[in-house]
T-cell receptor, first 114, second 119 residues
Framework: GDSVTQMEGPVTLSEEAFLTINCTYT??????LFWYVQYPGEGLQLLLK?????DKGSNKGFEATYRKETTSFHLEKGSVQVSDSAVYFC?????????????FGGGTRVLVKP | GAVVSQHPSWVICKSGTSVKIECRSL??????MFWYRQFPKQSLMLMAT?????????EQGVEKDKFLINHASLTLSTLTVTSAHPEDSSFYIC???????????????FGPGTRLTVT
């Protein structure tokens, strides 16, 4: 079945450090790919998305490129801030899935220290 | 815009009782709502998909008689956990989308979640 695998956390970084969170997927077909972020005490928010191969999603300094050849969608940010501390979820959605439902990875907790 | 609320945010109930969780879209109409369950340090597992005015579609392994879902209006869906047991203790999250909006097929808006503890 369809699945998403992302690196386990927690990831602890200092402010202004470079962040990478790896995400790979398995899917039958051509999924759309997403990164969601969950700040403490809040619901999940869409961070960025890519709908076809080689697309790059970007938002708030975060970027991820849809790599079909490696079935990956790694999240990167060049200089993190304390406010980036959150749990990050990689997810996929297939066009023919009922209601375009999402399949999530396990989540990666990121802690940025001042 | 696109705010989803859940009520209550936290509930404790005794084993054998039922508890209802509400999910509301505050500033948009949700043609579809999803209910997820999240275990500690684990990912979100989709339980069911509900479309306004029709029966919910449950994922494999989810007991529909235990987790009753009602999506009676375009702004409200409810999840009722019937005859709750300690193993039902979890974090329940809903999300909503409006498929009538252009490009909306990619967007799900999530509620903040409800923590259920069954004693």
């Amino acid at each position: 079945g369809d699945s998403v695998t992302q690196m386990e956390g927690p990831v602890t970084l200092s402010e202004e450090a470079f962040l990478t969170i790896n995400c790979t997927y398995t899917a039958t077909g051509y999924p759309s790919l997403f990164w969601y972020v969950q700040y403490p005490g809040e619901g999940l928010q869409l961070l960025l998305k890519a709908t076809k191969a080689d697309d790059k999603g970007s938002n708030k300094g975060f970027e991820a490129t849809y790599r079909k050849e490696t079935t990956s969608f790694h999240l990167e940010k060049g200089s993190v801030q304390v406010s980036d501390s959150a749990v990050y979820f990689c997810a996929l959605s297939l066009p023919k899935a009922a209601g375009n439902k999402l399949t999530f990875g396990g989540g990666t907790r990121v802690l940025v220290k001042p | 815009g696109a705010v989803v609320s859940q009520h209550p945010s936290w509930v404790i109930c005794k084993s054998g009782t039922s508890v209802k969780i509400e999910c509301r879209s505050l500033d948009f109409q949700a043609t579809t709502m999803f209910w997820y369950r999240q275990f500690p340090k684990q990912s979100l597992m989709l339980m069911a998909t509900s479309n306004e005015g029709s029966k919910a579609t449950y994922e494999q392994g989810v007991e529909k008689d235990k987790f009753l879902i009602n999506h009676a209006s375009l702004t409200l869906s409810t999840l009722t956990v019937t005859s709750a047991h300690p193993e039902d203790s979890s974090f329940y999250i809903c999300s909503a989308r409006d498929l009538r909006k252009q490009g909306a097929k990619y967007e799900q808006y999530f509620g903040p979640g409800t923590r259920l503890t069954v004693t």
